[in-house]
């Protein structure tokens, strides 16, 4: 199996940065899983942020967090990170961090591995 767990979350002023950080471990985790972030605003669906191929050569970010976020991975500790500039209140969520082994970078929700989340508050 894959665990993924997150960290680095907390509470910012608007306009401040956070980055996040997950690190990958199991018996069937691959360095050539893709990883992508996502997130979930109370009373909202889970949404895609942002992900990345295992070659580090494809990334693909919301329309929303575009020019903002940058993501990144290191494969030789297993971690992708969320580097998250300009916050704004409506980037107030729980993030995911996300595995899957498949090489197709989806927006969907049909990754087949989770993170539990981290909390992100952005005050106003």
């Known amino acids: 199996q894959v665990q993924l767990v997150e960290s680095g979350g907390g509470l910012v002023q608007a306009g401040g940065s956070l980055r996040l950080s997950c690190a990958a471990s199991?018996?069937?985790?691959?360095?050539?899983?893709?990883m992508g972030w996502f997130r979930q605003a109370p009373g909202k669906e889970r949404e895609f942020v942002a992900s990345?191929?295992?070659?580090?050569?494809?990334?693909y970010y919301s329309d929303s967090v575009k020019g903002r976020f940058t993501i990144s991975r290191d494969n030789a500790k297993s971690t992708v990170s969320l580097q998250m500039n300009s916050l704004k209140p409506e980037d107030t969520a729980v993030y995911y961090c996300?595995?899957?082994?498949?090489?197709?970078?989806?927006?969907?929700?049909?990754?087949?591995?989770w993170g539990q989340g981290t909390q992100v508050t952005v005050s106003s």
């Open positions: 990345i191929s295992w070659t580090v050569r494809n990334t």
């Open positions: 996300a595995a899957d082994p498949s090489p197709i970078l989806t927006m969907t929700l049909s990754w087949n591995y």
């Open positions: 199991g018996r069937t985790f691959r360095s050539t899983y893709s």
